[in-house]
């Protein structure tokens, strides 16, 4: 099985608030840093959803396909200012986009074409 990685984002507090707006997620783990800081993780949470659509984004440019099957897991949380590498392997026909952050793996996304 060869991996191989895509890409690498930072995600900043500017990406969270631009995500919040489109999408209207306005929970504050996400875009209130003393709340997300007293409450959670110590800092803002990048949505679970943003980290998808962004690596499927990414990814799908690059096959110009579309995909007829779609499982999402996440793992761990990702904080702001961490660099996050997406991953992308082929199983059994599926492709794996694993998205890590200090060589932790925080979500899987498995996708059939």
Do not use: Q
């Not at 840093?33 to 980290?51: C, D, N, Q, T, W």
């Not at 996440?74 to 890590?100: A, E, M, P, Q, T």
């Amino acid at each position: 099985m060869k991996i191989k990685l895509l890409t690498s984002k930072i995600f900043r507090k500017k990406d969270l608030l631009w995500f919040s707006r489109i999408s209207g997620d306005f929970n504050p783990i996400h875009i209130d840093e003393e709340y997300s800081r007293r409450i959670m993780k110590g800092s803002l949470v990048v949505p679970g959803m943003y980290l998808f659509l962004w690596s499927l984004n990414f990814f799908l440019k690059r096959v110009k396909s579309s995909i007829s099957y779609t499982k999402i897991n996440f793992h761990n949380s990702v904080n702001i200012n961490k660099k996050c590498y997406l991953y992308h392997h082929i199983i059994d026909n599926f492709h794996v986009l694993s998205l890590k952050t200090n060589n932790l793996t925080v979500a899987t996304f498995t996708l059939k074409l």
